[in-house]
Nanobody, 118 residues
Framework: VQLQASGGGLVQPGGFLRLSCAAS????????MGWYRQAPGKQRELVAQ???????NYADSVKGRFAISRDNAKNTVYLQMNGLKPEDTAVYYC?????????????WGQGTLVTVSS
């Protein structure tokens, strides 16, 4: 299974970006999908996650600004980021939890850089 993330870039404060992450390979189903981020010198933190039924959770720091969604037919998760702040600058990593019969394996995307700066 491979995850391909895209959509990062440079944006001014107050701007917006939409990240996408598509899973490919031998996939029968996907449980949770989501996004983590890691800023320079900081630990990786959970940004948002969404179940295969569409229930979402967000970090307090992004509530009301970010929206996570997924297209199960395309095995793709999205992160709409509005009202971006300089502190949102980080490498964003997507993940997908894929059941393998006995356990659930987490696959990661390669990371996409988001830079918020004027």
């Amino acid at each position: 299974v491979q995850l391909q993330a895209s959509g990062g870039g440079l944006v001014q404060p107050g701007g917006f970006l939409r990240l996408s992450c598509a899973a490919s390979g031998s996939i029968l189903s996907i449980n949770d999908m989501g996004w983590y981020r890691q800023a320079p010198g900081k630990q990786r933190e959970l940004v948002a996650q969404v179940t295969n039924g569409g229930s979402a959770n967000y970090a307090d720091s992004v509530k009301g600004r970010f929206a996570i969604s997924r297209d199960n037919a395309k095995n793709t998760v999205y992160l709409q980021m509005n009202g971006l702040k300089p502190e949102d600058t980080a490498v964003y990593y997507c993940y997908a939890d894929i059941p393998t019969g006995i356990w659930t394996a987490r696959s990661w995307g390669q990371g996409t850089l988001v830079t918020v700066s004027s």
